[in-house]
């Protein structure tokens, strides 16, 4: 009799275990990277964005198509000179652990980031932030001073430096997050170990096998929790892309976020209607160095970017699809209302007209097949990288350009380019938030240093009074279409100067099995868990 | 015994303390930094960083810094991974590496033992043959390439077996990635077997206990095995070593949470701390490894003395 009572209840265990098992729907996910680090004043990249915005939300968040929603809070207002916003909470916001979130997380989150001894690495976004500089910087000590200030437990009031329309979509970002201030005044740097974590989003981190995966279940503390459908995610890490596409064609992913661009055609016609390839915001670009002769004159520039055939790079060389890129503004970007795409005045020109102007502005300037322009080209090792500076050097050759290639790993890559040690050189840049002056900003001026000067970004040392002028101006310009226009300009100008050579932009390289529902592609590529579902 | 073990063990501080440095130095001539990625840094965030990781003093003072850490057992930060620090990580990763070099040895080693003693004993005939070729192709396909094929083999048509991913505790997990492992170190284990158990059983004192007539089982078990595992013992230290230092690639590819991979990531993002700290643990490792297996080697052959 207890034998059958055992074996009775055991079953019934079994089965309610095997029940509740069935109903939880878990989201795998091939994340790439091994995380740095998932504290949003430390993380530095996608792999990162996509654990940190699944467990943390900002007073912003993004919406299925990435477009900045609220998240936090429930409502804002925007002074009349668009300097001071204004947010309200909502209401009966917690942590996981069921602390309420309230104005002063927030606070304490800015002060964290811009304070010197966080050294958070992409603070600078913040910089808009009324003093969010000057306290990075140690010319301002007293934290107070920042512009960001708890009115009451349910009201943030953010001051800026100047109007910045796109300062909602700022706040989308991870560097706008909210930390859990009483579990930091506890252990410190120590919040993010997995005992220690607690979040507000939609998800809580509770296992980390390093180099392995993260996983998140779903938090029913978040004030939306009734609308997420996913009870779980991992997020894997996954560095060998041949590897990742054969473990998702054995179900032990449900989403590739990156695949080996040898694969795409495979991939378009063996698993039709799972790939998500979508230009997203970022460009391909070649800079190429003013301060070295003969490069400073504009129509050699022009003559190599005109010999370069954009058209054969995505569908052939690459075969994902990349779309060709004249202009510097990645389309779809926001706050570019009413500028029509940049076109070089010879986009009408075939490719054998292209050709053929090209080197006839080489002749012109004694740069021949017998004598040409030798150059070198620098790249940070990488298939593709290597594959689009083999084509590209065969398309110049035709130009009378003799390039030779050079290949080094990304740090070095990179160290040569910002000191200047380079003819022409491979670059990418993908917007942290969608704006035009996020990739304009690429082609500005130094700033003057302990009497160096910092080019920053702009690798290639393009310098032009009336784009700087132009781009200046739009900063404090309040309405948006005339801000628009002047960053249009701005953008016609260096692109008529060939400032730098942009090749392509970049495509989202996504797949998603048939059974999630809710991925949308974005210009962001941006897929917050908490729109998607999952059917068995 | 004693004393021989302990001269060894105190002969390896010196050559770890001269390891540490070069390899803290020639880390530190090398173009690039642990900040250079694809954004130039605004100048008062790299400043700020380099201060938080004592990058700002001079060369020889962060070296002083350093190893009276790691006197005290402190890897001290990773400088790529905030979350962790590089004690940590190495902690975590460690006992999955050993597991996973240690199960391939162990494996590859019986299986490789044992098909070079069936060679030997059946040279030049069929089962000779099939293990000579299958022994070729464990050696000659590159890893990686291997992965692939059991991959789509094993993990995507036939459907056995994870194509990757680690779960703490489950077998199937490991099949593939072990077998990858097993493969060519049991290539090697065989050939050098199969060579060295040919020249045993041609000497002169096999053909003596033939001649005695003593059956082959007792010739091979008494007289053979012993002498003819020499040579594979000496390869054995070399080929451990191997399998725990070089599972890089096959932790890459099959996602899995060893250290090997932070071996080569860590160099080449200019991490500093965990290229140290890996190559430390990676030599406290080799050189327990020779030792153990000169001790091996001691036991099997009385000429060697552990004077």
């Not at chain 2, 430390?280 to 030792?291: E, G």
């Amino acid at each position: 009799m207890t034998q059958t009572l055992k074996a009775v209840t055991t079953a019934g265990a079994i089965a309610l275990l095997m029940s509740s098992a069935a109903s939880a729907v878990t989201l795998n996910m091939m994340n790439g990277s091994e995380p740095g680090s998932i504290d949003p004043h430390q993380a530095s990249g996608d792999w990162e964005n996509r654990i940190i915005g699944d467990y943390i939300e900002g007073l912003m968040a993004e919406d299925a198509d990435a477009n900045a929603i609220p998240g936090q809070a429930e409502s804002y207002t925007v002074s009349d000179d668009g300097l001071v916003y204004t947010f309200k909470l909502r209401d009966g916001i917690q942590w996981s652990d069921g602390t309420p979130v309230t104005a002063g997380d927030f606070v304490f989150a800015f002060q964290r980031l811009f304070n010197p001894a966080t050294a958070s690495d992409y603070a600078y976004l913040q910089f808009p932030i009324k003093n969010g500089s000057e306290i990075a910087e140690g010319t301002v000590t007293d934290f107070n001073e920042l512009g960001v200030k708890a009115i009451d437990d349910k009201t943030v009031e953010i001051t800026l430096e100047g109007p910045t329309p796109f300062f909602l979509q700022a706040l989308t970002h991870y560097t706008a997050y909210p930390v859990p201030k009483h579990v930091i005044d506890a252990v410190g740097d120590d919040w993010t170990k997995i005992e220690n974590i607690v979040g507000n989003g939609p998800y809580t981190p509770t296992e980390w096998v390093p180099g392995s995966y993260i996983k998140s279940v779903k938090s029913e503390t978040y004030w939306d929790a009734a609308n997420v459908q996913i009870d779980e995610v991992n997020y894997f890490v996954q560095d060998d892309l041949a590897a990742a596409l054969s473990r998702y064609r054995a179900g032990e992913y449900d989403i590739l976020t990156d695949i080996p661009s040898d694969q795409a055609e495979w991939i378009k016609t063996n698993l039709p209607g799972q790939d998500y390839f979508a230009p997203f915001l970022g460009v391909y670009y070649y800079v190429i160095n003013q301060e070295k002769p003969p490069f400073e004159n504009a129509d050699v520039r022009k003559a190599l970017s005109m010999a370069i055939n954009r058209d054969v790079i995505g569908p052939d060389v690459l075969g994902t699809g990349e779309v060709p890129a004249y202009g510097w503004v990645p389309p779809g970007t926001a706050n570019y209302e009413g500028v029509e795409p940049y076109q070089p005045e010879w986009i009408g020109l075939s490719y054998e007209e292209r050709v053929a102007e090209a080197k006839a502005i080489m002749e012109g300037l004694g740069y021949t097949a017998e004598t040409p322009l030798t150059l070198q080209l620098k790249y940070n090792t990488n298939d593709n990288h290597q594959r689009i500076a083999v084509a590209i050097t065969s398309m110049w050759e035709q130009i009378g350009v003799k390039a030779e290639l050079f290949n080094s790993e990304t740090a070095v890559h990179y160290d040569s380019l910002r000191a200047g040690d380079f003819e022409v050189g491979r670059a990418g840049w993908l917007l942290d938030y969608s704006d035009p002056s996020n990739t304009l900003d690429l082609l500005r001026q130094p700033i003057e240093q302990d009497g160096t000067m910092n080019w920053g970004n702009n690798y290639g040392r393009y310098s032009s009074d009336e784009f700087e002028a132009l781009v200046d101006q739009a900063t404090t310009e309040q309405d948006l279409a005339a801000r628009a226009k002047m960053l249009g300009d701005a953008e016609k100008i260096a692109m008529d100067a060939t400032a730098a050579i942009p090749i392509y932009w970049y495509i989202a390289q996504n797949v998603v099995s048939p059974k999630v529902t809710g991925f949308v592609s974005n210009a962001a590529d941006i897929h917050r868990t908490r729109w998607l579902a999952k059917s068995e | 015994m004693f004393g021989y073990v302990t001269r060894r063990v105190l002969s390896a501080i010196p050559i770890a303390l001269i390891a540490v440095t070069a390899c803290f130095f020639i880390l530190r001539l090398a173009p690039g930094g642990p900040f250079d990625g694809e954004r130039a840094l605004p100048p008062v965030t790299l400043a700020n960083l380099r201060a938080h990781y004592n990058l700002d003093l001079p060369l020889i003072q962060q070296y002083f810094i350093y190893v009276g850490r790691l006197l005290q057992g402190d890897f001290g930060p990773s400088m790529v991974y905030n979350d962790f620090t590089v004690a940590e990580m190495l902690w975590i990763g460690l006992p999955f590496t050993l597991m996973l070099g240690l199960t391939a040895f162990v494996i590859g080693t019986i299986v490789g033992l044992v098909a070079g003693a069936i060679s030997a004993v059946n040279q030049n005939k069929l089962p000779d043959y099939v293990l000579v070729m299958l022994v070729m192709v464990g050696l000659v396909v590159p890893n990686f390439l291997m992965a692939a094929i059991l991959q789509l083999v094993f993990g995507v048509y036939l459907d056995w077996f994870p194509a990757g991913g680690w779960q703490s505790g489950s077998l199937a997990h490991l099949v593939l990635p072990v077998t990858v492992l097993v493969l060519p170190h049991a290539g090697r284990t065989a050939r050098l077997m199969r060579g060295s158990m040919i020249e045993v059983l041609g000497t002169n004192y096999i053909r003596t206990a033939r001649a005695k007539g003593l059956g082959q089982r007792l010739i091979l078990a008494r007289h053979a095995i012993k002498p003819a595992l020499l040579p594979v013992v000496s390869y054995l230290g070399p080929g451990l070593s191997y399998l725990l230092t070089g599972s890089l690639v096959v932790e890459q590819v099959f996602a899995l949470p060893g250290i090997g991979k932070y071996f080569i990531s860590a160099a080449l993002n200019r991490d500093y701390g965990l290229v140290l700290g890996t190559t430390i643990l990676y030599m406290f490792i080799i050189l327990a490894v020779n030792l153990l297996v000169d001790i091996i080697y001691a036991w099997l052959d009385p000429k060697v003395r552990y004077s």
